[in-house]
Structures are given as structure tokens and as C-alpha cells.
């Protein structure tokens, strides 16, 4: 078992800066923005942070007490709702068509707010006494993991833009190998533990809370299509690795909160791929519809 967690942790690592080098090649030749695109992009980066560190743990924390759901499932997703920003969020945004750029920074900035506001946020949804979590590690892998080669994958598409085009594609299909391989690890770990836990009726709060935070997302992403994607999707993602640090901390001999977290994160990673494979789908979908539309039109056209 210590074996299987370690190689998922090195997957991870490998998962994180591939993925971050690869959007880093996709977003390195982008046209400069305006002085007014700025200040709207920043405008929807603050109220994303908003959205994701408030509104969401609220709105779990009220599905949870209005279900009068108390349990280790529970907990886990307390804890869950504490640590909005997982990894996965951008490459699920690019699949769903969203706004990348959006995403990713909405995903750097939660990863360095999250070591500050994890631990007090916790605190309140579980009604804790103190929870102390160290805020230098995780700000150090922060930059190690993903700052770092979203910087390189810049510089490589600004100076050597040949060379970045021949990377990008076999860049994202490594990342999205090491990131089935980190999925399917972590499922493999934690899969005789989930079948104790799944009659938990814990669960239907998780459940409603993993389609309540889209459809807010999508409600609260404002006008622009790109941006509501980009909220949509990022609204299910959570960074598991801090959750499983505050349960180390909490709830240290209590083993069914951790392997709640795992399959929680798990259904959630699972609701936001199905929903970034639908957005992707329904434009073609609507362009189907329309196509079968035409010939329809053509025929009720008044004759000459």
C-alpha cells in the first residue's frame, strides 16, 4: 500500500509540471491584451477566487446540513469543499472548450491562496478547535510543479515557436497519460475501503453538492461563454492532496475519512470530465440539428 502511494505521488509530480508545460506551449503565443482586457480579465479572476474559496464550501456546508448529513463521508467533504483548485482543472477546461488562460490562473492563484485559507475554512465547516498547516511546503511546490514549467513552456513558445508546435501535441497527450495514470492509481489504492463506506446516506449530499457547484459555476461565470466553461468545470476540482493533509491533521486515526476524500474527489473529478466532454459535444450537436433543420425550410419555401 505505502508502495502504491508513493507512485502515485510521483505521478502526480510528472502529471503537474507536464501539464503545466504543455498549456505553458499553448499559451506562450498568445496576442497581448488590451489595458480594458486586462482589467476585465482580472475583475473575473478576483471573483472566481470569490466563487471558489466562499461561495462553494458554503453551499456544501448548507446541502450538508439541510440533508442533516453526519458522517466520515461527511467530513470528507467538508474537507474537500475547504481546497478548491485541482490540478486537473485546465486540461479539463481545454476539453470542454473553456477559457484555458482563465482556468489556469484561477488554478495558480487558488493553489497559493488555498495554503492560507484552507485551515481557518475547515475549521468552520467542521466547527474544529485548530488546525495549523504549514504554508511553505506548499507554496514551494507550487512553484517547483507548476509555475516553473508554465514559465518554460512560455519562453520555449516565445523564442523557439517552430520547436513549440512540433512539442505541443505530444506534450498534452503525455500529460493526459500521466493524468489517467494518477486516476487510476488512486482508485486502484482506495477501492476495498470505498465498498464499506458507499451506504453511507452522506453520500446524496455529495452528490447534489457535485451538481449544485456546476450549475452555480456556470450561473456565476458571467456573460462570456469561454468563462463559463472555464467555472463550470473548475467548480468540481479539488486539490486532494491538502484535503488528505488537513484529515492527517484532524482526523489522524480515523481511516474511513480519508478513503471518503478519495472517492469523493474521485465522483468529482469524474462529473467535471463528463461535463467538459458535453460542452465539447453540444455545439457539434446543435450544428447536426441544424442541418437536418435546412432541408425542412427549404421545402416550406413558397413556390415560384
Do not use: C
Amino acid at each position: 500500500m505505502h508502495a502504491l502511494r508513493t507512485v502515485t505521488t510521483l505521478l502526480s509530480a510528472v502529471y503537474l509540471v507536464s501539464m503545466m508545460f504543455a498549456l505553458g506551449l499553448e499559451l506562450g503565443g498568445a496576442p497581448k491584451e488590451s489595458k480594458e482586457e486586462k482589467r476585465a480579465k482580472r475583475r473575473m479572476l478576483v471573483w472566481g477566487l470569490a466563487v471558489n474559496v466562499i461561495v462553494f464550501p458554503a453551499v456544501a456546508f448548507g446541502i450538508a446540513h439541510l440533508l442533516h448529513a453526519s458522517s466520515e463521508v461527511t467530513i470528507a467533504l467538508m474537507l474537500l469543499a475547504s481546497v478548491p483548485g485541482g490540478r486537473f482543472a485546465p486540461h479539463l477546461v481545454k476539453l470542454g472548450g473553456g477559457n484555458v488562460a482563465l482556468s489556469v490562473e484561477l488554478t495558480l492563484f487558488l493553489a497559493k491562496l488555498t495554503a492560507f485559507t484552507a485551515a481557518p475554512t475547515a475549521r468552520w465547516l467542521l466547527g474544529l478547535p485548530s488546525l495549523d498547516v504549514r504554508e511553505l511546503p506548499l507554496i514551494a511546490q507550487l512553484v517547483v510543479l507548476q509555475i516553473v514549467p508554465l514559465m518554460a513552456g512560455k519562453w520555449l513558445r516565445r523564442k523557439h515557436r517552430p520547436l513549440a508546435d512540433r512539442l505541443l501535441r505530444p506534450a498534452h497527450i503525455f500529460a493526459i497519460t500521466a493524468m489517467l495514470a494518477v486516476f487510476a492509481t488512486v482508485l486502484f489504492t482506495e477501492d476495498r475501503g470505498l465498498v464499506d463506506i458507499l451506504g453511507d446516506r452522506a453520500w446524496l449530499a455529495v452528490a447534489v453538492t457535485g451538481l449544485a457547484w456546476p450549475l452555480l459555476g456556470w450561473l456565476l461565470g458571467g456573460r462570456e461563454d469561454g468563462n463559463r466553461r472555464a467555472f463550470a468545470v473548475t467548480a468540481g476540482s479539488r486539490e486532494i492532496a491538502l484535503a488528505l493533509l488537513l484529515a492527517s491533521l484532524a482526523f489522524s486515526t480515523n481511516r474511513g475519512v480519508h478513503t471518503a476524500i478519495f472517492g469523493i474527489w474521485s465522483l468529482f473529478t469524474i462529473v467535471s470530465a463528463l461535463i467538459a466532454a458535453g460542452m465539447r459535444a453540444l455545439p457539434k450537436f446543435r450544428a447536426r440539428g441544424r442541418g437536418r433543420e435546412a432541408p425542412a425550410g427549404a421545402r416550406s419555401a413558397p413556390a415560384r
